[in-house]
């Protein structure tokens, strides 16, 4: 028999839980370990965060399910890793502490066989002075409860601006120089200027991009050249369009330092230090490791040979110059190389660089952002690690015949630019490979414009209404769910 313990219950390690349970017989022990009591569909977040769905529809208890389907389940939050065991313990562990019900506070060992870490990262608000959400008028997405805040902020805006004459000031982007997901940033600014049209109140409202991307449309992935209604064009023209049909102006190359009441203060790439005033702000924090630490046998800290920063996996971290890096630096089966029943798949695994070019402002300060590791990618490579170990298991021997790299990996993205079955809309986008291969599509941006298109219209928010009830259902593992592909 066989233990395969997994660590968070978001898109990856929920993944997981799901296929190991699928494929294993019942003598195999399939635990997940969470602090979180609910799933919740991430990229529904938005949605919430303008008052068109309620928490209630992109979650639900996991308690529950994992009973009815045979996986552990303990709402608990990692301490410490111990992959060699310590004295007292012959086989790896992880210790945890409970967060919830009668143990709460208790710590106790996990042992394992094999071990999925998919905690993902932590929302590093405390990075940048006083953006905590939901203080200084400012706001945040990245959890269902934020995206509550959110919403009841700017509702509350919106019924001012109705009723009376004032005019307002709204920021949306990013809120630290090396922050990520600015595809999240992205589809809530086009939500929240399509709301404005709605409530007949756009005209009252200067709505800003700020983010620490060097051009419009980067996301994290240096941008894109995709093909477009029969012709090729840039992600920042794409971008810049709908930015400018929409009336959104934008700040750009901005590292965001500090949060007053209503005032963001920033450092451009120019070096120079500027503030941007707001009446409602919502500003995607810096993603960064939990901070886990690692002990061998002995108890020594052994946490250099875990994590740099997020986990280390099959990756090239040789430090080297930005024209060097390539695809193959990037790893295919998110194993740990010193601990091989050990893997990360997600957004726990530390990438090797950035994908974007990495730049300084004229002071040193480093204002670019980290790469964009979305649900997609988290599901398929979840996916690929639990398949890996069920064949590991059968077969009484390593097997890591499932391979899956960024560089030779595709990704579609469904962004919505407004609410509505009529007047909805959305920005959708396909890219391969999401890591662009500058030498084999040398021509085309690194990717291949074959199979990166992009397109904007009603249909694209029919798309991601369909996608979102899809995968809720696959979520619950209700019948054949495992035909929904990642």
Not at 264 to 290: Q, R, V
Not at 371 to 396: C, E, F, H, Q, Y
Request: positive net charge.
């Amino acid at each position: 028999m066989s233990k395969i313990v997994i660590l968070g219950a978001g898109i990856a390690g929920h993944t997981a839980a799901a296929h190991l349970r699928r494929k294993l017989g019942k003598e195999h022990e399939v635990l997940v370990v969470s602090p979180n009591k609910n799933y919740q569909w991430i990229p529904s977040n938005i949605w919430v965060g303008i008052g068109r769905m309620k928490s209630k529809q992109i979650l639900f208890p996991l308690e529950p399910l994992y009973k009815k389907k045979n996986i552990g389940y303990k709402q608990a939050k990692v301490v410490s890793f111990h992959p060699e065991g310590n004295e007292n313990s012959e086989k790896p562990f992880v210790k945890v502490e409970y967060v919830y019900g009668e143990k709460k506070g208790n710590q106790e060992k996990v042992t394992y066989d094999y071990l999925i870490n998919a905690t993902g990262p932590k929302l590093a608000f405390e990075l940048t002075e006083g953006l905590l959400p939901a203080t200084n008028k400012v706001y945040s997405v990245c959890t269902y409860d934020h995206a509550e805040h959110a919403s009841e902020a700017f509702l509350k805006l919106v019924n001012e601006l109705k009723s009376t004459n004032k005019k307002a000031k709204i920021l949306i982007g990013t809120g630290h120089a090396k922050a990520t997901c600015q595809g999240a940033a992205f589809e809530y600014i086009l939500n929240v200027e399509k709301e404005l049209v709605k409530y007949g109140i756009r005209d009252k409202v200067e709505i800003t991009w700020i983010s620490n991307e060097y051009e419009l449309g980067d996301f994290g992935m240096d941008g894109m050249l995709l093909e477009y209604n029969g012709f090729n064009m840039k992600s920042k023209d794409m971008v810049e369009m709908i930015f400018e049909d929409r009336g959104i102006k934008w700040i750009l190359g901005a590292g965001v330092q500090k949060i007053e009441e209503g005032i963001a203060y920033y450092e451009n790439l120019e070096g120079e230090y500027k503030t941007e005033t707001f009446d409602f702000a919502m500003l995607i924090p810096a993603f960064s490791g939990h901070g886990f630490k690692a002990y061998n046998k002995e108890e020594d800290d052994i946490t250099n040979k875990l994590f740099k920063g997020f986990m280390i996996v099959d990756a090239d971290y040789t430090a080297k110059p930005y024209e060097e890096w390539t695809v193959q630096d990037w790893p295919e089966t998110y194993q740990n190389p010193n601990y091989k029943n050990i893997f990360a798949p997600g957004i726990a695994f530390a990438p090797p660089h950035s994908i974007s070019k990495p730049r300084k402002s004229k002071n040193g300060t480093e204002i670019f952002p980290s790469p964009p590791r979305t649900g997609m990618p988290s599901g398929i490579t979840a996916k690929l690690v639990a398949d890996n170990i069920i064949d590991s298991i059968k077969k009484g021997k390593q097997s890591l015949s499932h391979k899956g790299s960024l560089g030779n990996m595709g990704a579609a993205c469904i962004a919505s630019a407004g609410y509505g079955l009529t007047q909805g809309s959305g920005v959708s986008i396909t890219t391969f490979p999401i890591v662009p291969d500058y030498i084999k599509y040398k021509n085309t941006g690194g990717r291949d414009i074959n199979k990166t298109f992009g397109d904007i219209g009603l249909a694209g928010h029919w798309v991601k209404l369909a996608l979102h009830y899809a995968f809720i259902y696959k979520a619950k593992m209700k019948p054949l769910w495992w035909l929904i592909p990642e």
